[in-house]
């Protein structure tokens, strides 16, 4: 059984200055762990009790919390999770450390654009970036993960959101100083200034002086005890799905299923998302949170150039994707702290194939287009 902690931010500012000397990218690792044998039958997120669910010979196996898939011990989760905000403009490509996230949020930037969270825990890639500001939903997006949070801090309208919410967030700025002249923070050479930050998310979670657990249970709710994911009964083909984003669907983003892998296949309204290692972004699981966008003066302010995407005390509709096939249901979220709950249609509660999973977040009537 677990025991709910307090969920809360803690989110750190931009090192200005720059580390010399430039240690090299590693290649696009997944980070996903090696596969478990038919006796390993029995499951355990890392900060809880293992569980027997069949066999005599059952041995225990630990899986991790934000992709439900086996590690090789316990003491390999023990640390916080690092989100880190990266910009996912066409100036900003190529990015580096994304196929090493176990849980990538798609997020408006604008009512055009996408910029990623994306969430490290089993894996800590090198360098991750080019690294940008926070924004409104990251809020009750990350808040039950406890995170260390990666970002170049934000505009003032996003800090109206912010300080509204303080009562979940009080430690948003707790270590905004610390981070100054340290390696958490790189400024890349031969990157235009804007897009020239990237942070080693390792580095970082060490400097933690409060966020250093590991998430407290599952983000999202997997498939345990060798029980298949909700796809595997659904007759619904999904060999591509197209994510609209901004007015018209001028900018869509889209992942196409691949046999030989398995795992999806992710695309840039400008054609394949290729990394600068020259991997394409890949992901086991799509899951499409449709949500409604507004414009909120009490948060936000006038001018403000993004919506808030409104997920407290929210619901929606959502599709899930994995292996060629689809479900589809209803999504609810309470409080800030509390984590989504997915209904499918007919009544059952969703259960996602373990691995890692992209969350896109369009509108509330998004035109999600599934080809099957």
């Known amino acids: 059984m677990f025991s709910r902690r307090s969920a809360m931010l803690a989110a750190v500012g931009m090192a200005g200055a720059a580390v010399s000397g430039c240690a090299a ?146 430690n948003l700025w707790s270590f905004k100083a610390g981070v100054h002249g340290t390696r958490a923070y790189y400024t890349m050479p031969g990157r235009a200034a804007v897009h020239s930050v990237f942070c080693r998310p390792d580095e970082l979670r060490k400097l933690a002086r409060k966020m250093k657990a590991p998430p407290a249970f599952p983000y999202l709710p997997f498939a345990t005890g060798g029980e298949p994911p909700s796809t595997a009964a659904s007759a619904r083909g999904a060999r591509r799905i197209a994510v609209p984003w901004g007015p018209a669907d001028t900018f869509d983003t889209s992942y196409d299923y691949d046999e030989k892998t398995g795992r999806y296949l992710r695309n840039e309204p400008w054609g394949k998302h290729i990394l600068a290692d020259g991997e394409r972004v890949v992901t086991d699981n799509v899951l499409v949170v449709r949500a409604k966008w507004k414009m909120d003066k009490i948060f936000v302010g006038r001018g403000a150039p993004d919506p808030v995407v409104s997920i407290v005390n929210g619901h929606g509709t959502f599709f899930y994707a994995h292996q060629g096939t689809c479900v589809k249901g209803t999504w609810t979220k309470g409080g800030t702290t509390d984590l989504f709950q997915f209904t499918l249609d007919d009544g059952s509660p969703l259960k996602l194939a373990p691995g890692r999973t992209f969350v896109e977040l369009p509108q509330l009537d998004a035109k999600v287009k599934i080809t099957a």
Request: aromatic share 6%; glycine share 8%.
């Open 25 to 170: 990218v590693r290649p696009g690792s997944d980070g996903v762990p090696a596969a478990v044998g038919p006796a390993a039958t029995v499951s355990a997120v890392a900060t809880g009790s293992p569980s027997v669910t069949s066999g005599p010979a059952a041995t225990p196996v630990v899986t991790a919390p934000l992709t439900g898939e086996p590690v090789s011990s316990e003491s390999a989760l023990e640390h916080a999770a690092v989100a880190v905000k990266v910009s996912d403009v066409r100036s900003a490509h190529p990015q580096l450390g994304l196929n090493s996230a176990d849980i990538v949020f798609v997020e408006p930037n604008g009512i055009s654009y996408t910029r990623l969270c994306a969430v490290f825990h089993t894996h800590f890639p090198e360098f991750v970036g080019p690294v940008r500001s926070i924004r409104p939903v990251d809020v009750p997006l990350l808040s039950p993960l406890r995170p260390v949070f990666g970002n170049t801090a934000a505009a003032y309208w996003v800090m109206n959101y912010v300080n509204a919410h303080g009562a979940d967030i009080e």
